[in-house]
């Protein structure tokens, strides 16, 4: 493995900025990496050398190099990039190559990153194991035989794989924690309006976002300052904080005290997962906080968001699924059917029950710093199956209710963050999840960076692709 591939996203712009290494020495080194690792794990499938090399080129003629100062990403493919290949993993957009970038796009190459690659995604993002028709299957570095989470799963196995040093991602009900707590990687949900995006069909929704992944907290808060900023073209985008949030990394401050809750109240746990993310927990207490059982009282989340994530689906999807209904998978088709089923009275309750649920969630934060729960319910499963359909001998309705634990914070506004806290006895990653008070990116950061700082797991990537010769447990 390159060694440059070893560096951390900081590390890496503290060499650009002081021009020891280039941008077109990262660029080469990251492709080199790519194509002894791809036909493995299959999380970039597009690439764009030549572009990233122009724009490394222009940069380096340039004085300042901005924040990033040249540093190759990869973006989802969700996201378009002007002049690469951007299919939102759906056979509908195979060819689709758009004419300009998405605002966040834009951003983060004004602000110095080098797109060199776009990461596999499901279809439209729908599920959180990524795979589509365009594609095929993503795979987890740590094990090839599973799944890397999604849908932001290609970006977290490119993390972990080594094969860049950020990747950005999108978060609807948990599509950059899943796949972080399954790669061993981080990965951050911002408060709505954190990140700017679009422009969006939908520019008022709050329920979807996008966000940094890296394999550090340093990392992650590192390209969250690249992301930030207010701009007209998405209405809820925040300004810039006066302190960037890699100060926080830099300069923490613990959290006083820390609700846990091993099952937010709604769900069935895998056994092994609640172990360790119990035993992750105490971490705090370590670092001088109070640690109790509780968490806000989200005992509706699970039908508010079926209702408004098909309301969703059906307002950005339902035209697709008139002209192209034999192109789209049928988690998506069973998305936007069930919204024509509802009427406004079930959509506005919904919507009245999250603005209630917000609320509590409020309440619940003025005297708690923190909420920590697991990420996800169960640890990474076999690639094939293409959702879990019961934990712990709970079965599931859905295909998404196995999700809960993210989605549920998803409509609290919270900004939300996964990192490593411990691996099962076949060597998976599990992760952990911190949830600050709405708009508390920084204390958040913060305390992840007290509870990394702590542990050895930011150290176990980058990692070759694995494929372990023993029986999967479970």
Request: glycine residues 8%; charged residues 20%.
């Given at each position: ?68 100062h040249g540093l190759p990403i990869a973006v989802k493919d969700l996201k378009e990039v002007a002049g690469v290949r951007t299919t939102y993993g759906s056979p509908i957009f195979a060819d689709y190559i758009p004419s300009r970038s998405d605002l966040m796009v834009e951003i983060l190459e004004q602000r110095g990153a080098v797109v060199l690659a776009k990461s596999n995604t499901p ?240 309440t619940f934060f003025a005297t708690h710093d923190l909420l920590v729960s697991p990420t996800v319910i169960a640890p990474p499963f076999d690639v094939n199956i293409r959702y879990l359909t019961q934990v712990a001998g709970v079965e599931f309705e859905t295909y998404i209710d196995w999700l809960v634990l993210t989605f549920a914070i998803t409509l609290t506004a919270c900004p939300a ?58």
């Amino acid at each position: 493995m390159n060694e440059l591939i070893r560096l951390t996203a900081v590390e890496a712009v503290d060499l650009l900025a002081r021009r020891v290494v280039s941008p077109l020495e990262l660029i080469e080194a990251a492709v080199e990496r790519i194509t002894a690792v791809e036909p493995q794990i299959n999380a970039l499938p597009t690439l764009c050398v030549d572009r990233a090399r122009a724009h490394a080129r222009k940069l380096m003629e340039k004085k300042e190099g901005g924040m990033l100062h040249g540093l190759p990403i990869a973006v989802k493919d969700l996201k378009e990039v002007a002049g690469v290949r951007t299919t939102y993993g759906s056979p509908i957009f195979a060819d689709y190559i758009p004419s300009r970038s998405d605002l966040m796009v834009e951003i983060l190459e004004q602000r110095g990153a080098v797109v060199l690659a776009k990461s596999n995604t499901p279809e439209f993002g729908a599920g959180a194991n990524t795979f589509n028709e365009v594609f095929g299957q993503t795979r987890n570095p740590w094990d090839t035989r599973c799944t890397c989470g999604g849908s932001s799963g290609g970006s977290a196995a490119a993390l972990a794989a080594g094969e860049v040093w950020l990747a950005t991602g999108s978060d609807l009900g948990g599509s950059l924690r899943i796949p972080a707590s399954y790669c061993g990687v981080v990965g951050l949900r911002p408060s709505p309006g954190r990140v700017p995006h679009g422009p969006s069909p939908l520019p008022f929704s709050t329920l979807a976002v996008a966000g940094p992944m890296g394999r550090t907290v340093g990392d992650v808060a590192l390209m969250l300052d690249a992301m930030v900023g207010e701009y007209a073209s998405d209405p809820l985008s925040l300004p810039a904080p006066p302190t960037p949030f890699l100060e926080a990394v830099k300069h923490p401050h613990p959290p006083r005290r820390v609700a846990y809750s091993a099952d937010l109240g709604l769900a069935p746990v895998d056994q092994e997962v609640a172990e360790i993310c119990a035993g992750a927990v105490r971490t705090f207490s370590d670092l001088g906080a109070e640690v109790v059982e509780a968490c806000p009282d989200l005992h509706d989340a699970g039908e508010i968001f079926q209702v408004l994530r098909a309301a969703l689906f059906a307002a950005t999807k339902a035209e697709l699924l008139a002209t192209h209904r034999d192109l789209l998978k049928p988690e998506v088709i069973w998305n936007i059917d069930q919204v024509l089923k509802l009427t406004a009275e079930e959509i506005g309750r919904a919507e009245r029950a999250r603005g209630e649920l917000y609320q509590r969630t409020v309440t619940f934060f003025a005297t708690h710093d923190l909420l920590v729960s697991p990420t996800v319910i169960a640890p990474p499963f076999d690639v094939n199956i293409r959702y879990l359909t019961q934990v712990a001998g709970v079965e599931f309705e859905t295909y998404i209710d196995w999700l809960v634990l993210t989605f549920a914070i998803t409509l609290t506004a919270c900004p939300a963050l996964s990192l490593p806290c411990g691996f099962t006895r076949d060597g998976l990653p599990v992760g952990l999840q911190l949830v600050a008070p709405p708009r508390g990116e920084a204390a958040l950061l913060s305390a992840a960076a007290l509870f990394e700082a702590a542990h050895d797991f930011a150290r176990q990537v980058p990692l070759d692709p694995r494929t372990p010769s023993h029986a999967l447990q479970g």
